[in-house]
């Protein structure tokens, strides 16, 4: 308890208070700047960025990823696909490597000299044609946003998994007696059985949106010129590697704002489901 | 057995997604799905050249020149796996303690403020490491043990804390009270009730917290990354990263280290995988 204490509880404490000085992490924290550190990250271009592209992860992970998942969900979850066992084995799979060496082995896979995509163009153009979409500013959080759903996509598809398992059998066979399509047992049946699977994974794909670090940190280090920054590289790169402890720890105040004001809506949200029930 | 009879019914009343369609997209997914994990289980049975050359064929020739390198005459890869091992080791250990004696308490006596308390390590799962890191660091130099493997230990267990605290708690709470009336009647205090009868039957869940907080310190890299500065400390993420940046071209030797790296958990993986899976949505599906 002390040590959750000592390791998690006053740290977080101690972020908000370094927050407002110009520090250098030496001595007792000084140069007290008020919300200085909050106008200079706002009006800082690269921190603009770090704070879209962790938008954009939310964003492409509830759009695209969720639904992928869902789709997986569908497709080995429901005990009518041979091999089921197996597939999810595989699917889940990704999620027990380590960010950073997903990061890596992506890194080869991305290789603008014999990577995939290189190798693929070569192939369909016909002459040789290098691509190298970890290197172009332009392409490179695209890049990022695949490897990140590779990552998450069988733990997502879990959680769903879990939910369908909950659908009594009897209630989707009715359905079917009923005349009910395939498309319409999914929509009348499936999804809102599995809602609470959904309003979860949902909620802990945009937490860990948030924190997006070690993969983005693997494939670039937040570069080319910053174009694949995140709000925690940002915090990294800015932060600590250049000791501004204060202007970090701001940083870390916005992170932990996003986090907190999201989890209110979804505390907010779920007890007023509960209550509703 | 109405169960499956029903269930075959319902796969050829599929219309669209017969078995074999479905088997089929299934195996499409797997495919395009592990073929990242393919082109660097086969990478590292190549040689360099070949990598370039042909980058997602099968090895051919077949070499274990780079296993050989890494295992043989490097000392830098035996290090960092030292150093996982013991910070991994360390953490479990701690996490076990700390977290089975907070589950006890919280889930088994009675005292005010309980509910509060245990809300509280709860809305730890929710708050990642990443707001508190730059604080941490200035915590850790405070103590004294920045730069240690004692120092990531103690910081990694904390952070495995709500998780194991939850996931403890909900079984113990289970666990019939008449259990702790008999101990308590036998002259037993809460103290002889934990050790002699939850810890006993909560094999599975220790498992379930061992395996989970194994992966979670073995791929850690943040932590390490701002705690530990001296190279003869770093841990397998912290090693590859750096490998990855000396060895611009040699793909061949990252890939053996990676293929490596990832025995331990992919062993864990195949034959404990009920747990893993178990204990990596915990705090997801019962939420």
């Not at chain 2, 008449?178 to 205090?189: N, P, R, S, T």
């Not at chain 2, 979670?216 to 705690?227: A, K, R, T, Y």
């Amino acid at each position: 308890m002390i040590l959750f204490l000592l390791i998690v509880v006053i740290p977080v404490i101690q972020a908000g208070y370094y927050s407002v000085f110009a520090w250098n992490g030496m001595g007792p924290a000084k140069n007290f700047r008020g919300l200085g550190n909050f106008v200079d990250m706002f009006s800082d271009d690269i921190f603009l960025t770090a704070l879209f592209n962790t938008l954009e992860v939310v964003v492409v992970s509830i759009l695209i990823q969720l639904p992928l998942a869902f789709l997986l969900a569908l497709l080995v979850g429901r005990r009518r696909t041979p091999g089921e066992v197996v597939f999810r084995s595989i699917y889940f799979f990704p999620y027990v490597l380590a960010e950073i060496v997903t990061g890596i082995i992506w890194k080869f896979i991305y290789h603008p000299r014999f990577g995939l995509p290189t190798v693929l163009a070569t192939l369909f153009s016909g002459h040789p044609t290098e691509i190298g979409l970890l290197g172009d500013p332009n392409a490179a959080f695209g890049a990022v946003l695949v490897v990140i759903i590779w990552k998450y996509l069988g733990f997502h598809m879990i959680i769903y998994i879990a939910g369908l398992q909950g659908i009594p059998r009897e209630l989707e066979d009715a359905a079917v007696v009923d005349g009910a399509s395939s498309a319409q047992v999914v929509r009348h049946v499936i999804i809102p059985g599995i809602r609470n699977s959904i309003i979860i994974s949902a909620f802990l794909s945009v937490i860990g949106s948030f924190n997006i670090f070690d993969v983005v940190w693997a494939l670039g280090q937040g570069g080319p010129v910053h174009s694949t920054e995140t709000l925690v590289t940002y915090l990294y790169n800015f932060g600590f590697k250049r000791f501004a402890f204060g202007y970090g720890s701001g940083v870390a105040v916005v992170i932990f704002v996003l986090c907190f004001v999201f989890n209110l809506l979804y505390q907010r949200y779920i007890v007023r489901e509960r209550e509703n029930a | 057995m109405r169960r499956i009879s029903s269930a075959v019914a319902g796969g050829e009343k599929g219309g669209k997604g017969g078995p074999l369609l479905r088997t089929l997209a299934g195996t499409i997914a797997a495919i395009v799905l592990f073929f990242p994990l393919y082109t660097n289980l086969v990478g590292g049975f190549k040689t360099n050249g070949q990598l370039i050359s042909d980058p997602f064929g099968l090895p051919h020739p077949f070499t274990l020149h780079a296993f050989a390198l890494l295992l043989g005459s490097s000392d830098q890869f035996w290090s960092f796996f030292y150093n996982s091992v013991i910070i991994a080791a360390g953490t479990i250990l701690l996490t076990l303690v700390c977290s089975m004696a907070a589950a006890v308490a919280l889930s088994r006596l009675q005292f005010r403020g309980r509910t509060l308390l245990f809300n509280f390590f709860i809305m730890g799962l929710l708050f990642p490491l990443t707001v508190a890191i730059l604080p941490l660091y200035l915590q850790l130099r405070g103590l004294g043990i920045l730069g240690s493997r004692a120092g990531v230990i103690l910081a990694e267990a904390a952070f495995s804390l709500p998780l194991s605290i939850f996931i403890f708690a909900g079984f113990f709470r289970d666990v019939p009270w008449e259990l702790q009336d008999a101990v308590q009647i036998d002259g037993g205090g809460i103290i002889t009730f934990a050790v002699r009868v939850m810890v006993p039957i909560s094999a599975p869940v220790i498992t379930t917290v061992t395996i989970i907080t194994m992966i979670m310190s073995w791929n850690q890299f943040l932590l390490p990354l701002i705690v530990l500065s001296d190279q003869a400390k770093f841990t397998i993420p912290l090693g590859v990263m750096q490998f990855q940046g000396q060895f611009t071209t040699g793909w061949d030797y990252i890939m053996a280290f990676i293929t490596i790296s990832l025995l331990p958990i992919t062993l864990f993986y195949i034959f404990l995988q009920k747990y893993i899976v178990a204990g990596l949505t915990a705090g997801a599906t019962k939420g």
